[in-house]
């Protein structure tokens, strides 16, 4: 009999607010206000009555966030999130156009996967192993995967890679998925991407810069996405350096992410 594929993974209050999000997006899915990649539903913009929605939101999920805020705007958030009692993670945006695309394509021909890995696609009809090994790799470097019906393209487009050793354990991951709404203005071009997570032994190696290249493909061959974005803490080189060397660019924008400490201890979904 096969296994039943496991959707959410991360703490006890990681998982809550996972499946509560997940709750959300399927009364919210038509609305092109509203963000979703697998984590808690969002507001796309920033506008007068944005605060006060995202307290409805966060009030039902324990977490959310607004997809696009301008630099010299983020003050005014981050003293709407004091007032309100809220704590606030800023992550600047990168990113991708078609150059990195083209870019992903040239670091795969420089850069091969080593000789005893194996990247495995978890979609559909992967084993519920391969997912568990996927999580087991992102949470060892504290980061909260996304929903697995998100990851496996089942819920909505995205994809989830996993690098397994020849042991079948997972060494590296990487993933994306649709943010906006298909009705809204950057929905049919542009996704979330990320997820790069490597374990301590294996790094060195470009299993990051690999593994990031095949999504950004694999999000235009499947899905025609032809811009990818990602969201990096200021000053995390490592991560900017891995975007730089894809073809993203610091945009100017920036995603800032909303928790209520009491329902996720913390105060921040993921890293």
Request: glycine share 10%; with cysteine; net charge neutral.
């Amino acid at each position: 009999m096969a296994t039943t594929q496991q959707d959410y993974f991360g703490t006890e209050a990681q998982i809550s607010v996972l499946r509560r999000g997940r709750a959300l997006f399927d009364l919210t899915d038509t609305d092109p206000r509203m963000t979703y990649y697998g984590r808690s539903v969002g507001l796309a913009d920033a506008d007068a009555q944005a605060m006060d929605r995202l307290a409805a939101l966060i009030a039902l999920q324990g977490n959310s966030a607004l997809g696009a805020v301008e630099d010299g705007d983020i003050s005014h958030w981050q003293a709407e999130a004091q007032r309100r009692n809220l704590t606030i993670t800023h992550y600047a945006r990168w990113l991708g156009t078609q150059e990195a695309t083209q870019t992903a394509r040239t670091l795969l021909d420089l850069h091969p996967l080593p000789q005893d890995l194996t990247v495995i696609r978890v979609d559909r009809d992967a084993p519920a192993e391969a997912m568990a090994q996927l999580a087991d790799v992102s949470l060892a470097c504290g980061v909260l995967p996304p929903s697995g019906a998100v990851l496996r393209g089942v819920r909505k487009p995205g994809i989830g890679l996993v690098a397994l050793d020849q042991t079948g354990k997972g060494v590296a991951c990487a993933g994306a998925a649709s943010y906006w709404h298909p009705d809204h203005p950057k929905g049919q071009r542009q996704c979330w991407w990320g997820m790069l997570a490597t374990l301590p032994e294996r790094r060195g190696q470009r299993l990051a810069l690999i593994l990031g290249a095949m999504a950004v493909i694999e999000m235009q061959e499947r899905y025609g996405f032809t811009e990818v974005f990602t969201g990096v803490t200021p000053g995390n080189a490592a991560s900017e350096a891995v975007c730089a060397r894809l073809g993203l660019r610091a945009e100017g924008t920036n995603v800032l992410a909303f928790t209520d400490p009491h329902q996720l201890p913390g105060g921040r979904m993921t890293k």
